[in-house]
């Protein structure tokens, strides 16, 4: 299990951006792929993007149409989650998670791989 925190989560009005970070606490960080979810109010989760351990691979929710942007930085064990041009419909709370691979440059969003979760960050857009 890889402790993990996210930030970054708020209220923003619609065609605002924000950048949610997720930071681990636990050791051998870049031995871990990541991925971030999202859950809305009345459904289910769903996976947005996932970052290879190398950071060289990723991998977008086609919905996202661009607007996502996910990054990691091995030196701060943090991944980062850009987010532009935000809709109402991006209201939900968000999620990282992290999966132990072998493979350095692969990642997925399959969510029943991922044995390590954060608590969430909130991001509310208004429109």
């Known amino acids: 299990q890889m402790p993990l925190v996210e930030s970054g989560g708020g209220l923003v009005q619609a065609g605002g951006s924000l950048r949610l970070s997720c930071v681990a606490s636990?050791?051998?960080?870049?031995?871990?792929?990541i991925a971030w979810f999202r859950q809305a109010p009345g459904k289910e989760r769903e996976g947005i993007s996932c970052i290879s351990r190398s950071g060289d691979n990723t991998y977008y929710a086609d919905f996202l149409k661009g607007r996502f942007t996910i990054s990691r930085d091995n030196a701060k064990n943090t991944v980062y989650l850009r987010m532009n041009n935000l809709e109402p419909e991006d209201t939900a709370v968000y999620y990282c998670?992290?999966?132990?691979?072998?493979?350095?440059?692969?990642?997925?969003?399959?969510?029943?791989?991922?044995?390590?979760w954060g608590q969430g960050t909130r991001v509310t857009v208004s429109s």
């Open positions: 998670a992290a999966e132990l691979r072998v493979s350095r440059e692969a990642c997925t969003l399959l969510a029943a791989l991922y044995p390590s």
């Open positions: 636990g050791a051998n960080w870049d031995d871990y792929a």
